[in-house]
């Protein structure tokens, strides 16, 4: 991250690249980008506002969005080539079930810093609780995780697709446990690495690169392990559940947090049909499982399920998950008109613009699932790998 003067410095070199681009535009060309620069200046006022008062300091700001692990100059040919994996067939998903772990680690390049920072840290939803903010709910959703499966000082527990590490802090801090995080991206185990040791969670913590699917550790290594809203990413969910059936001990627990169709999903609904079909792409799905389906994933693997519940639907006072992307829906449209501009101006990597726009979209598909109430990013299952 920059310091204080890198970014006059780095907002400098903006200024004089626009100016140069500048002449090169038609009228009607200077007319757009003048509406969209218009958005870019009130929006950047924001940011420095906040970078300088502390609020938003080791988020990357709109204008630092990169391609993560992906070179700026490829991001487009990543971008296309993720785009192009995904069958046109209804309920199709990626065409080439094979390259799912290539595809996700791509996903994760392209959207990461988009996510850091229009969402946060927690790559994740959460219902809302009854007078609590967004961020009080997000931590009260993770620190469950925690007392679910009954975590300690003293105990090793894994964190299977960990992210920038936002659970997993949260999970170490407040049972004393020792999390070890994976992601099967590097950009993510870097920021989650700089995450943990500038919130001074290091002790508690580590963070490897490696596919989840085929998991580096010896078997029976740790004491319990969770997933929030990842194992989805994996081709077959068993191939996933098995691997952390064999690094857990004997009596170990496992919970995660599934995305979901649910029991009003019908597949014969053209419009709930759309509605998943545009989540799976918009999040580096392979497919949608239902419910049931999770539960016997896990059981044919050998753990006995202990619970089932949808998270989503539990509480009848907890307010809709979806409800945070419906209140961030202006932002995320703001957001857009200064990603165009940055991409007008070749001031972005060219491609972050159609990432951009994909997450746009998915975020009103979502918001769509959660009204209808045919899909659910959080139906918890807690199994055990018998003594």
Known sequence: MVGHGGDWRNCSLLMKAANDRWGSFSKEEQVGVAVAGGAT???AGVFVYRRYSG?????????????????????????????????????EGIKDRSKTVQLVDVFYSLVTDIYEYGWGQSFHFSPKLPGKSWGASEVAHEARVAVELGLRPGMKVLDCGCGVGGPMRTVASVSGAHVTGITINQYQVDRATHHNQRLGVAPLTDVVRGNFCELPFAHGTFDAAYAIEATCHAAKLEDVYGEIFKALKPGGMFLSYEWVSTRDFDPANPEHVRVIDEINFGNGLPEMRTWDQAEEAGKAVGFKLVTSLDLAVASEVADGWWKRLD??????????????????????????KDVHNM???????????????????????VFQKPH
């Open 55 to 91: 609020a938003s300091k080791d988020r990357p700001t709109i204008f630092e969005l990169s391609g993560g692990s992906i070179n700026k100059d490829k991001v487009k040919n990543e971008w296309s080539n993720y785009e192009s994996s995904y069958g046109k067939e209804a309920g």
């Open 327 to 352: 209140e961030l829906a202006w932002q995320n449209e703001v957001s857009h008109v200064v990603v165009t501009a940055l991409d007008t101006l070749w001031l972005a990597p060219k491609g972050l």
């Open 41 to 43: 200046l009130a929006l």
């Open 359 to 381: 997450l746009r979209n998915v975020a009103r598909s979502l918001v769509a699932g959660g009204k209808t109430g045919v899909f659910s990013p959080m139906h918890m299952l």
